[in-house]
């Protein structure tokens, strides 16, 4: 029972590379979600997914980009990488409003 | 728009003892869903306890229940008995029906429990 999986675990990038976070659930969930958490603060919503082929912005969405052209996968793009994108990313699933989301185990990602 | 508050950056709550964690929020929708998250310092996220909003009591599992007062839009989680394990990070989220896809996280609390 693989629920949501993340990869990389950990990433270190160079200012101006670019990467793509991988994320695929197995729950058929319609709801996807990616996070950024820095150090000692809470999650800060990127983008999310209503169901395949549709995506929408979050509060903090500059710099990165989403596709889910499945229901299973939600990858996240970072283009042109920068020291203020160093966080822990979360992928997260869920079905309707009164059910919880299943996270990710996160993805630690450092530019330097 | 959507906002969770958690105004207790860190709580400390001796061993054995029931402590409350404080989350307030705001949406004009009358229908909402409010969650409560643990983070253990190997940083996953551990759903706890849920409450709907037209839920008529109050959300229990185990040693959790939310205190949910509507027309204080407050939802503190109550945590009895408490253990060393329980040490952690917690966050209060929401999720409304108009927009079901979108969550918003309060800034969390961190929970010490001392023996």
């Known amino acids: 029972n693989a629920g949501v999986t993340q990869t990389p675990k950990f990433r270190i990038l160079k200012i101006g590379q670019s990467m793509t976070l991988q994320c695929t659930q197995d729950?058929?969930?319609?709801?996807m979600y990616w996070y950024r958490q820095d150090p000692g603060m809470g999650l800060k919503l990127i983008y999310y997914?209503?169901?395949?082929?549709?995506?929408d912005k979050g509060e903090v969405p500059n710099g990165y980009n989403v596709s889910r052209s499945t229901t299973e996968d939600f990858p996240l793009r970072l283009e042109l990488a920068a020291p203020s994108q160093t966080s822990v990313y979360f992928c997260?699933?869920?079905?309707?409003?009164?059910?919880?989301?299943?996270f990710g185990d996160g993805t630690r990602l450092s530019i330097l | 728009a959507q906002k969770i508050t958690q105004t207790q950056p860190g709580m400390f709550v001796q061993e054995k003892e029931a402590v409350t964690l404080d989350c307030t929020y705001d949406?004009?929708?009358?229908?909402?869903?409010l969650f409560w998250y643990k983070q253990p310092s190997s940083g996953e996220m551990i759903f706890l306890i849920y409450?709907?909003?037209?839920?008529?009591q109050n959300a229990t599992e185990g040693r959790y229940s939310l205190n949910f007062q509507k027309a204080r839009k407050s939802a503190n989680l109550v945590i009895s008995a408490s253990q060393l394990g329980d040490s952690a990070m917690y966050f209060c989220?929401?999720?409304?029906?108009?927009?079901?896809?979108?969550?918003?996280f309060g800034d969390g609390t961190t929970l010490t429990v001392k023996p």
């Open positions: 997260a699933s869920s079905g309707q409003v009164n059910q919880p989301q299943h």
């Open positions: 729950m058929n969930h319609n709801y």
């Open positions: 997914s209503v169901g395949a082929g549709i995506t």
């Open positions: 949406t004009s929708d009358p229908s909402y869903g």
């Open positions: 409450q709907g909003s037209y839920d008529q």
């Open positions: 989220a929401m999720r409304v029906n108009t927009n079901a896809g979108k969550s918003t």
